[in-house]
Nanobody, 123 residues
Framework: QLEFVESGGGLVQPGGSLRLSCAASGFAVEEYAIGWFRQAPGKEREGVSCISRPPGSINYAASVEGRFTISRDNAKNTVYLQMNNLQHEDTGTYYC????????????????WGNGTLVTVSS
């Protein structure tokens, strides 16, 4: 089955850090642009970050720029999202997916979605 498995979520206080992992099954992450998305309760899923195929250009949503870092380990077939200085508004379920048709992680092109990992930022 072609999918991602996300992990690493949890409860963290404002200002804290988490590292999310996104392990691919059935395909190689280096063959696709990979995106992290999140969905807060009652809101639409939004893009957080995207890393293209090697050499791997990177983009971030303005709301996470400077706080989040996306990376890819081809040997482990895994993509990571390091999240620092977490804020209440970062709360949500985080998903990763592959851009099946392009290189910019446009939502309509994304596939191989995992079930997500929940991040809760609360004091």
């Amino acid at each position: 089955q072609l999918e991602f498995v996300e992990s690493g979520g949890g409860l963290v206080q404002p200002g804290g850090s988490l590292r999310l992992s996104c392990a691919a099954s059935g395909f190689a992450v280096e063959e696709y642009a990979i995106g992290w998305f999140r969905q807060a309760p009652g809101k639409e899923r939004e893009g957080v970050s995207c890393i293209s195929r090697p050499p791997g250009s990177i983009n971030y949503a303005a709301s996470v720029e400077g706080r989040f870092t996306i990376s890819r380990d081809n040997a482990k077939n895994t993509v990571y999202l390091q999240m620092n200085n977490l804020q209440h508004e970062d709360t949500g379920t985080y998903y990763c997916a592959a851009d099946l048709y392009g290189s910019r992680c446009r939502f309509r092109n994304m596939g191989y979605w995992g079930n997500g990992t929940l991040v809760t930022v609360s004091s």
